[in-house]
């Protein structure tokens, strides 16, 4: 399974980003998918994930109200719409997949995409 994370940019504080996460090769089939972010000299730390039908999402406190996952089974492709970015979303966000339902923890996560880099300025 490869995991090509997109969408990633400069923005200004207040502004929106989708990013956009496709995924190729065989990946579980009822398997979850999620998106963290690590900033420069910090654990990376989960943000959303979202079952594979799409009916269930959870979101860190740090999303809620401002940031929606959801996936595209059809495309294999997941999103994460962005909006009233602040500089403390800067970061760089992985998207990943798990064979579980829904995956919380890093740890249940087995596929990794290689991370986009959002840059948001004051």
């Known amino acids: 399974v490869q995991l090509q994370a997109s969408g990633g940019g400069l923005v200004q504080a207040g502004e929106s980003l989708r990013l956009s996460c496709a995924a190729s090769?065989?990946?579980?089939?009822?398997?979850?998918m999620g998106w963290f972010r690590q900033d420069s000299g910090k654990a990376r730390e989960i943000v959303a994930a979202i079952t594979w039908s799409g009916r269930n999402t959870y979101y860190a406190e740090l999303a809620k109200g401002r940031f929606t996952i959801s996936r595209d089974n059809a495309k294999n492709t997941v999103y994460l719409q962005m909006n009233s970015l602040k500089p403390e979303d800067t970061a760089v966000y992985y998207c990943?997949?798990?064979?579980?339902?829904?995956?919380?923890?890093?740890?249940?996560?087995?596929?990794w995409g290689q991370g986009t880099l959002v840059t948001v300025s004051s």
């Open positions: 090769g065989r990946a579980f089939s009822n398997g979850g």
């Open positions: 990943a997949a798990t064979p579980y339902k829904l995956g919380y923890l890093e740890s249940s996560y087995i596929y």
